[in-house]
Structures are given as C-alpha cells and as structure tokens.
C-alpha cells in the first residue's frame, strides 16, 4: 500500500482539475488498492516477500510516500504523525464505502505485515523453524516447551523420593489469578487457535501447576496467568466491636428476594445460632436451608467458633435462609485477613443474589407457558 501510495503522491505536483480522465482514473485504482488486497497478494506471490529485506523495502517506500503526502498538505514531514496520515488521505480521496477495511489507507508495514511473518524464512527460502509446516509453529513449540517443563518437575521429584526426602514445595495456590484467554494467547503466540487446542494447553498447565514441586518453574507458569484484580477497595470494612462483657463482634446485612436480615457475629462462641429468638434447628427444620446458612462458616473453617443472632423478617425459608447467609458472610470480614475475604468474593459469599420470581404476563397462564391453543 505504501509504495502504492508513493506512486500516487509523486504525481501530486502535476495533479490537477485539468488532469485527463486517464490519469485520474490510474491515481484511484492505485489507491484504492486495499490492505487485505495487499497482504493477500503478498502472502500468494511466495515466502521471500516476508523477508528482512522486503519489510526494509517496504519501510524506505512508506517513508517516501509520507514525505510526499505532508509536502502536498503543507506540512512538515518530520512531525506528520500517523493521525495526519489518515486526515489527508481521507481528504484527498473521499471514500462512500461502508466497510473501513475496503477504505484506501496509508499504514506502517509494522503494522501490515505480523512479527511473526518477518522471521518465518530466510534468504534462500527455507523456514527456520523445524515445525515450520506444522501450520502452528508457536503453538506447538510451546506444548512441547511446557511438557519438557513438567518432565524435568518430575525428574526433580523422583530424586527427592530416591533420598527419602519429603517435597520441599508445595502446590501453587492459584486463588487470586487466572489463565490467559484464547484470545489473549492467539495475540501472544500470534496464531490463530481452535478451542481444542486451547483447552488442551490449559489442560497441560493445570497438570504441570499441581505438581508438588511446581514452584521450581514459578517464573514460567506465570507467564501464562494474570492475577485478578482485588475488587476490595471501595468496600469498607468495619472493625470490630465490642459489648459491655469485652467479647468482640461484627454486624452484617443481607437480602434476598423480599427476606431482609440482619446477622451480629460473637467471637469466642460455641457454634449458637439463633434466628428471631429461636435455634436454628427449629426455626429451619428443612438441612438444606441449614446448609445454606452455614456454609459461610464453613468455607473459613470457624464452624463452632462464633455465636450468630440472626433477625428475618419478610419472604419465606428458602429466601430467610440465603439473607442470613449474606449478612453472616459480610459480618465475618471483620475476623478474617484481606485475603480470605478476597477468597470469600471469589467465592460468590459476599455477592447479593439477584434473582427473583418472574411476573405473570397478561394473556398468558404464566411467565412464560402459554394457554393450549384450541382450534374451536
């Protein structure tokens, strides 16, 4: 596109309304030669165009053709910036075409030709990779890169068994962070990947990562994660109280559907719960309101540690049950470490259920079933 343009601009000083036909209509079919006509021309015409010395060639061109377009402009070329590229194409060639990649446009070959095209071949045509006609030569290099990896964890535990020595490293946690996306490994690899392919790398990585001497390749698994943002800090977390007895506490609130509950947490308890005055036992005869209701507890590991007093008010025992468990789990914040309550959030405890039960709609027999059709 470049030289293209090049072409076009150097003709730009004897360009004018008086220009024949012919010319003119030789200028546009010179610039409205397109990117993705370029790129597959290019890529058809044979491997030695991806060379280092076709991208050098394709650099001088666009510089060329930059400098001719700023002096037509009236610019300076030394500060026309790629903005200005865009601004005087568009000015001197107005395009009605709906599609933005059908456009003529001007753009560095960096950003034409991928990195990964400029080293694929050398000088006397042949590939440099050897799993070049693979068709995926990233992807493979590293599922082969990482398997190596989890052999040589292996080999380093078998010489800790061979000396009757215990691990040294325990498994990486991996609370906190998350795989990379297929999109965001398509862009590192610069490849495109199917699904498969992706899930099976994953696969490889989560294999390697519960390894109990995983931590000796810690750099290189991290390669491949992003931690995920603590989404703590516009939630304040109230500190501790304390009653006329000295016994800390904490004060939570929840809802669900139309249940609303408040929940204040003891310390140094014996496991007590009571709702509105009552156990908790008797107040939910049914385990899986219980379950529900304790689980906050038990996902830290202080199930008999706390005294709860729970008061409900509104919707039923499913609906009380999940409102006690919100209040309870934001009334636990206060005894817990920042990271565990990032674990809670992850965790889905400290997040307000949003559903409820669907209206009935006029003219049906429900939210969504219908009335059976009859013909009379």
Not at 115 to 134: M, N, V
Not at 285 to 295: A, G, I, K, S
């Amino acid at each position: 596109m470049a030289a293209a343009v090049g072409r076009v601009l150097r003709l730009g000083g004897r360009w004018s309304a008086a220009a024949p036909g012919g010319l003119r209509a030789q200028t546009l079919r010179l610039i409205y030669t397109t990117t993705a006509v370029q790129r597959k021309n290019v890529g058809a015409s044979g491997p030695e165009k991806y060379t280092e010395e076709f991208i050098k060639k394709q650099i001088e061109e666009f510089n060329l053709g930059k400098r001719h377009l700023a002096n037509m402009m009236g610019e300076d070329p030394e500060t026309f910036t790629q903005e200005d590229i865009d601004r005087a194409i568009a000015y001197l060639f107005p395009s009605g075409l709906f599609d933005k990649q059908a456009r003529p446009m001007m753009k560095h070959p960096t950003e034409i030709f991928p990195e990964q095209r400029k080293i694929q071949w050398g000088e006397d045509g042949r590939p440099f990779h050897f799993l070049f006609y693979t068709g995926k030569q990233s992807y493979y290099s590293i599922m082969h890169e990482t398997y190596e990896k989890l052999l040589n964890i292996q080999k380093y535990q078998d010489q800790l068994t061979a000396q009757d020595l215990p691990p040294q490293k325990e498994k990486r946690n991996l609370a906190g962070s998350r795989w990379l996306t297929k999109i965001e490994l398509e862009e590192m690899l610069l490849e495109k990947l199917s699904d498969d392919d992706y899930s099976r790398f994953i696969q490889l990585l989560q294999k390697l990562v519960t390894l109990p001497c995983s931590d000796i390749e810690e750099k290189y698994i991290q390669k491949f994660s992003k931690e995920v943002p603590a989404q703590l800090q516009k939630v304040v977390i109230e500190p501790l109280k304390y009653d006329e007895r000295g016994v800390a506490f904490s004060t939570g609130e929840g809802t669900r559907k139309t249940a609303r509950a408040t929940a204040v947490v003891y310390d140094n308890g014996t496991g007590k719960i009571t709702v509105n005055g009552i156990d908790i036992l008797h107040y939910f005869p049914v385990l899986q309101d219980r379950e529900q209701l304790l689980f906050p507890f038990q996902f830290l590991g202080r199930v008999g540690k706390h005294d709860t007093v729970c008061t409900v008010s509104g919707g039923g025992r499913s609906a009380q049950a999940g409102a006690i468990r919100l209040a309870s789990a934001k009334a636990l914040r206060s005894f817990v470490t920042e990271k565990e309550v990032e674990f809670m959030r992850q965790a889905g405890l400290l997040t307000l259920d949003p559903r409820v039960k669907e209206r009935k709609k006029p003219g049906q027999e429900g939210a969504r079933r219908k009335f059976t059709w009859k013909k009379r």
